[in-house]
Structure formats: C-alpha cells, structure tokens
C-alpha cells in the first residue's frame, strides 16, 4: 500500500527503522507507533518506499 502522504511516509520509514533495531521503539510517537503494532516489516517498507514528489504534505482524509 503506498503512502498517502509525505507525513505518512515518514512515519512508515520511523516505523520502519524500530522495526529493524535501529531505532528504540520508545522513541515512536502518534501513527508511527501505531504503525509499528500493527503493520508488518515488508507492508512498512512498501509505504516508506512510495515516490515522494507528487505527495502532499499531509493526506486528506475528508
């Protein structure tokens, strides 16, 4: 699933990165945390991976 969004894929790619050990999960705040409970390592990856040109700042959820 690509991201929506460039807020999004940063928090995918922080998700991402505690995920992996390389950063401490008690550093996680808001939806990377979230993301880190609840999504997998490679659906992670496929979110913080997305091209980051063509997306807005943050998703538009109306």
Do not use: I, N, Y
Not at 19 to 31: A, H, N
Not at 40 to 59: C, F, G, N, Q, W
Request: proline fraction near 6%; hydrophobic fraction near 30%.
């Amino acid at each position: 699933m690509p991201a929506k969004s460039k807020a999004q894929q940063k928090a995918a790619g922080a998700a991402l990165s505690a995920k992996r050990g390389d950063t401490p999960k008690d550093d996680l705040k808001g939806p990377a945390r979230e993301m880190f409970e609840s999504m997998s390592e490679d659906e992670l990856e496929a979110m913080a991976s997305t091209e980051r040109t063509s997306k807005p700042d943050h998703a538009d959820d109306g």
